[in-house]
């Protein structure tokens, strides 16, 4: 039975395997072995297919990602698991880059983590700011390593994790300074 996450699940495997100019709705199609057609029933266009796919790699980061109970360890948790997500379908991060998750439903998939923020008496729009600013940094960190052609060479990868957990930790402290 075709179902949307069926659809949503192909279509991460034909952007993992061949890359976004792949992943057309014929493309699609032929992988569920159905008419490209009958994807439109599920979704109206392409665009709404790749805002799909961006909300479930999105909800995969934060699936991988428990929060800690203070909100630095969290935001920190959120940065790395973020990026664990990323290097793991390093052919996505130019779509997540063009394609923002919609405001409601990263709002809704990080609720857990917007909590550790307001326990410790932190605005929401002082929160949103923190996982805001943490997760731009990710994603530019990973889109600067994945256009390297970078991802998995274990040499450049170690330069990659030191670089990168420099800038988290050094963000994550400005916000602590900051917010206290």
């Given amino acids: 039975m075709l179902t949307t996450e069926r659809i949503v699940a192909a279509a991460v495997e034909v952007l993992d395997d061949e890359g976004l100019e792949a992943l057309t709705m014929r493309r699609l199609g032929t992988e569920l072995g159905v008419a490209a057609m009958s994807l439109y029933r599920h979704f109206p266009n392409r665009d709404a297919l790749l805002s799909g796919v961006v909300h ?20 920190t948790g959120f940065g790395v698991a973020y990026r664990r997500m990323l290097l793991a379908h390093p052919r996505a991060v130019p779509l997540l880059a063009t394609h923002p998750v919609d405001v409601e439903l990263g709002l809704e998939l990080l609720t857990g983590l917007l909590s550790r ?59 602590e300074k900051q917010l206290v």
Avoid: N
């Fill in 56 to 75: 479930r790699l999105f909800a995969e980061a934060v699936a991988d990602h428990a929060p800690e109970p203070a909100w630095p360890e969290a935001l």
């Fill in 117 to 175: 923020f307001e326990a410790a008496g932190i605005g929401a729009q002082d929160a949103i700011t923190a996982v805001q600013s943490v997760g731009v940094y990710v994603l530019g960190h990973a889109l600067a390593q994945v256009g390297t052609g970078e991802a998995v060479d274990p040499a450049a990868r170690a330069f990659y994790d030191q670089w990168f957990d420099s800038g988290l930790i050094a963000m994550v402290t400005g916000f």
